[in-house]
């Protein structure tokens, strides 16, 4: 069974600190991995993704990934009330159609 | 910006009924997916869908459910018999190169079997 981990949280920063939320999957093979926001009662939204080994950055968010390790995570910056979700990690498994998500890590955001 | 749209955001139905969910992706992608969220729990993969034939499905994806793309633009997903554990949200998604690039989810519909 391919399997995405996260730990659950809820992590709680205060506003301004850095968030950083981490994964590690099972399917050595997996090249494809992604963030997404998600929340409460909403759904997913893309947030980033990253295919190498290394660090990509967008604005506030900064994706690392670890292949050897089998490791993404997700930093923020400066973070605000707004930022306040569950962040799923996802990962394609290989040879698939089907993206597999982790069961999300609740940050909150205090003022 | 383009949208994934699904209706209805939700509905209720009797357990042992037949209900459809609609959803249009967006235009110009090619690969069509269903996901449902039981509350509080992991987004779950149930199928997808490409060229107009399922591509892969899951476990979850038993003969009770199938998928339709009727006309170029809606993507069903009917539940045939509705069991009390179908209850849950249940998000379409799209995207243009089998999900390489992420996904689109809709907005989603809230299915409550009673």
């Known amino acids: 069974q391919k399997e995405v981990e996260q730990n659950s949280g809820p992590l709680s920063v205060p506003e301004g600190a850095i968030a950083s939320l981490n994964c590690t999957y099972s399917?050595?093979?997996?090249?494809?991995f992604f963030w997404y926001r998600q929340y409460s009662g909403k759904s997913p939204e893309l947030i980033m993704s990253i295919y190498s080994n290394g660090d990509k950055e967008d604005g506030r968010f900064t994706a690392q990934l670890n292949k050897a390790s089998q490791y993404v995570s997700l930093l923020i910056r400066d973070s605000q009330p707004s930022d306040s979700a569950t962040y799923l990690c996802a990962v394609i498994i290989t040879g698939g159609f089907k993206t597999i998500f982790g069961a999300g890590t609740r940050l909150f955001v205090k003022a | 910006e383009p949208e994934v749209t699904q209706t209805p955001s939700h509905q209720v139905t009797q357990m042992g009924q037949e209900v459809i969910l609609r959803c249009v992706p967006i235009s110009n992608h090619l690969y069509f997916y269903w996901y449902r969220q039981i509350l509080g729990q992991k987004v779950e993969f149930l199928v997808s869908f490409y060229n107009n034939e399922i591509s892969e499905k899951s476990e979850i994806f038993d003969d009770q459910f199938s998928v339709e793309r009727p006309d170029g633009s809606n993507f069903t997903l009917k539940i045939r018999s509705t069991k009390l554990e179908d209850s849950a949200m249940y998000f379409c998604a799209s995207s243009e190169a089998g999900g390489s690039y992420g996904y689109t989810f809709g907005s989603g519909t809230r299915l409550t079997v009673v």
């Open positions: 399917d050595r093979g997996s090249q494809s």
